[in-house]
């Protein structure tokens, strides 16, 4: 299986899993100029900006290490660009990140914050 179909099956695990815990997925692969943003759901009065990675073996680190600084300013630039794009003024926003490694799931929940 390629990286890309590899990618999709994780991503599916995934909303599955959120559905599964009371989440409604809004959006699956939301690009803008900024970048890529993997989920946008809803979950209570949240709304949620979710990166995935998958990780086929533990030598490369934790999923949520992949996430660094700079992919935490892309993931923020593009939230903003979504609410600006669907003019969303009063939301709590929140940053999760979803770590699969075979198929278990580790979702960090408030993984990052971010202040612009």
Known sequence: ??????????????CSYLK???YLILVENYYCHYGEVDLIAKEKNDLVFIEIKYRNSAVCGDAIEAVDLRKQKKIAKCALNYLRENQIVEYNLRFDVIGIQDNKISHYQDAFCFFM
């Open 1 to 14: 299986m390629n990286k890309r179909a590899k990618g999709k099956e994780k991503e599916l695990l995934a």
């Open 20 to 22: 599964d815990k009371g």
